[in-house]
């Protein structure tokens, strides 16, 4: 399987893989409604950008929130949430692999 990284940042995988960045970017356009009285605004999430078509053998690397909006079975993201993901000074350093949206 190949893995593309459609983030803007290397993905390091706490087996010592570094999948760099490719150079392409997926976005999810947004708006933002105005703030209420408590200071509290909604989001609505738009289209998604920069996402090739499907190609057998690759996987694509994407935000989660992308990759939750469009749940294709190529895409994933980092797996951030996963109790194995290592942390420094609570900064994420590597994730064990990846989630599917």
């Known amino acids: 399987m190949k ?6 940042h290397a993905i390091n995988l706490n087996d010592g ?10 976005r999810i356009s947004s708006t933002h409604t105005d703030f ?8 609505q999430w ?9 190609e057998d053998g690759v996987i694509y ?6 990759a939750g909006a469009v749940r294709r079975p190529d895409v994933v993201s980092p797996a951030t949430g996963h109790a194995d993901t ?16």
Do not use: Y
């Open 17 to 26: 893989t570094i999948l760099p960045a490719s150079g392409m970017l997926c």
């Open 61 to 66: 690397i994407v935000s989660g929130i992308v």
């Open 36 to 43: 209420d009285d408590d200071g509290v605004c909604d989001i």
């Open 86 to 101: 290592v942390r420094r000074d609570g900064l994420i350093v590597s994730v064990p692999g990846f989630v599917r949206g």
């Open 46 to 54: 738009g289209v998604v950008g920069g996402l090739p078509d499907p």
């Open 3 to 8: 893995f593309i990284n459609l983030t803007p």
